[in-house]
C-alpha cells in the first residue's frame, strides 16, 4: 500500500518549530493549548492561537487572518501543533479547517499527524478527498 502525503522539508519543519515557539511563549498557557502557523509564498510565516471557552476558531483560521490581514494572501502551507504532556506535537486539522483550506487556498499544503504517529505534508484536496 503506498504511503499517503510527502516528506517534510528544511521549509516544513521550519514551519512546525516556529508553531512550537509561539505555543511555548503563549499569552497565558491556560487559555492557549494549539497554536497554528501559516507560511505564504512570500516566506512570510504568521501565527495563531485558539481562546479556550470563547467560542472562538481554532487556530488555524486565526493563523490564515493575520496573513490575509497583512495582505499575503498565498497560503502555501499550514500547521498546527498542541501539547500533549509535556510535548508539544503536531495537531491534524479539524474538519471545519480543512474546509477552510479547500475554500480559500486549494494548493496550499498542510502537515498532518497520522494515527501511527508519522508526521507528513497533503494537499488540501487529500485532507478532504471527496471534494471536487
Same mark, same amino acid.
Request: charged residues 45%; contains cysteine; aromatic residues 2%.
Given at each position: 500500500m503506498a504511503r499517503i502525503g510527502r516528506p517534510l522539508n528544511?521549509?516544513?519543519?521550519?514551519l512546525i518549530r516556529a508553531?512550537?515557539? #509561539?505555543? /511555548?511563549r503563549g499569552f497565558?498557557?491556560?487559555h492557549h493549548d494549539v497554536a497554528a502557523a501559516v507560511r505564504t509564498r512570500s516566506g512570510a510565516i504568521y501565527l495563531g492561537f485558539d481562546i479556550i471557552g470563547l467560542h472562538t476558531p481554532c487556530a488555524e483560521p486565526v493563523a490564515f487572518g493575520a496573513a490575509v490581514t497583512a495582505g499575503?494572501?498565498?497560503?502555501?502551507?499550514?500547521?498546527a501543533v498542541?501539547? #500533549?504532556? /509535556?510535548r508539544i506535537v503536531v495537531l491534524s486539522p479539524c474538519g471545519t479547517?480543512?474546509?477552510m483550506l479547500i475554500e480559500?487556498?486549494?494548493?496550499a499544503s498542510v502537515i498532518v499527524r497520522f494515527a501511527n504517529g508519522r508526521v507528513a505534508r497533503?494537499?488540501?484536496s487529500e485532507c478532504l478527498p471527496a471534494t471536487v
Open positions: 528544511a521549509k516544513d519543519r521550519s508553531a512550537e515557539e #509561539a505555543l /511555548r497565558d498557557v491556560r499575503d494572501r498565498e497560503i502555501e502551507c499550514m500547521v498542541c501539547r #500533549a504532556g /509535556r479547517c480543512r474546509q480559500y487556498a486549494p494548493k497533503l494537499t488540501a
